[in-house]
């Protein structure tokens, strides 16, 4: 029998991602007992506060003292809502965590919850994701962290992690299908309705144009690009025009905004012509030319690589007509 701990961390917490993954495990427990076999896991919910209030105290989590549990097998870390003091409040926690995996239980966690998970240092070197929302605050507080932002979930010797928001679904899926089988995955998949095939938080990410690092000469760059998307931009041209060599600006633009100009652009483009697929009634050869591109492959291949669908296939999935 399998023991899984769902930690409970001081601060913010999101409820949902306890209660849901409680009940999808014990949901696939009971249904492979159902079948004849015996209780493949035994699940706790447990932390270092006696109890923990949520959402302006309407709903509260009174969990078992962690120190009850000498071993376990699978750790849970739940998503929670960043903020500059949540390690600090849960260093007790973060140890607990590190010591559980060097003693052979493995680890997965939810959404945001990978901030705690990095901050045991047992992420450095390996791969990661997390919520897009956060991806900032993530690299600049784990820089040796290598952060897919795109990933669904990532797997890396015995730690998983998962994107943002309700997509802790998909996770709590595949450790099912992990620990008890694929069928039992796609009961649950079908019990609960969760895409089990789902693979990617592309199509859901919002790319916010990164303002925050104080560089003016980066932020005019940004302003002309935004300004001026229907237009062939020249980085050579632009760098001329803010006084600086064209290799200056490229290193400069990648320490500020975390993508080389190019890519800047790519994803300024593409998230315009995600709002206006979104909610317009123009075709997709408009929005192609409203966002300056003119050849059809080109668009649809950086559209696709950004989002992981088809501007046809956004379109149908998002537009609020099509819907």
């Given at each position: 029998m399998k023991h899984v701990?769902?930690?409970v961390?001081?601060?913010?917490?999101?409820l949902s991602s306890i209660t849901g993954t409680y009940e999808i495990l014990s949901r696939a427990n009971a249904y492979w007992q159902k079948l004849g076999n015996k209780s493949m896991m035994e699940i706790h919910i447990a932390g270092f506060v006696k109890e923990l209030k949520m959402d302006g105290g309407f709903f509260s989590v009174n969990p078992l003292n962690i120190h009850e549990i000498q071993k376990t097998d699978l750790v849970i870390i739940p998503s929670i809502y960043y903020n500059e003091n949540i390690i600090e409040q849960n260093t007790v926690l973060i140890s607990w965590l590190r010591d559980q995996y060097k003693s052979g239980a493995e680890i997965a966690s939810v959404c945001s919850g990978a901030f705690l998970l990095a901050a045991t240092g047992l992420l450095e070197g390996r791969t990661c994701s997390t919520h897009w929302n956060v991806e900032a605050d993530f690299r600049r507080l784990f820089p040796n962290v290598d952060l897919q932002i795109d990933k669904l979930i990532t797997?890396?010797?015995?730690?998983y992690t998962n994107g943002g928001g309700y997509s802790f679904l998909n996770l709590i899926i595949f450790l099912v299908e992990k620990f008890f089988d694929?069928?039992?995955?796609?009961?649950?998949?079908?019990?609960?309705?969760?895409?089990?095939?789902?693979?990617?938080?592309s199509p859901f990410h919002?790319?916010?144009?990164?303002?925050?690092?104080?560089d003016e000469l980066i932020s005019k760059a940004q302003n002309y690009i935004e300004e001026n998307l229907a237009e062939k931009i020249s980085f050579e041209d632009l760098a001329f025009k803010l006084?600086?060599?064209?290799?200056?600006?490229?290193?400069?633009?990648i320490k500020a905004t975390g993508n080389t100009p190019v890519e800047y652009l790519q994803r300024v483009k593409v998230e315009v012509a995600k709002s206006t697929l979104e909610e317009g009634r123009k075709s997709i050869f408009?929005?192609?030319?409203?966002?300056?591109?003119?050849?059809?492959?080109?668009?649809?291949?950086?559209?696709k690589k950004i989002t992981g669908l088809s501007p046809l296939d956004y379109k149908a999935r998002f537009n609020k007509e099509a819907v």
């Open positions: 701990t769902i930690v961390p001081e601060g913010n917490v999101n797997i890396e010797k015995g730690i694929r069928p039992t995955a796609i009961y649950c998949s079908k019990i609960f309705q969760i895409d089990i095939e789902r693979s990617s938080q919002i790319f916010r144009t990164q303002k925050t690092h104080g006084a600086t060599s064209r290799r200056n600006f490229d290193r400069r633009f408009e929005v192609m030319l409203e966002v300056g591109y003119s050849d059809d492959k080109a668009f649809r291949e950086v559209f």
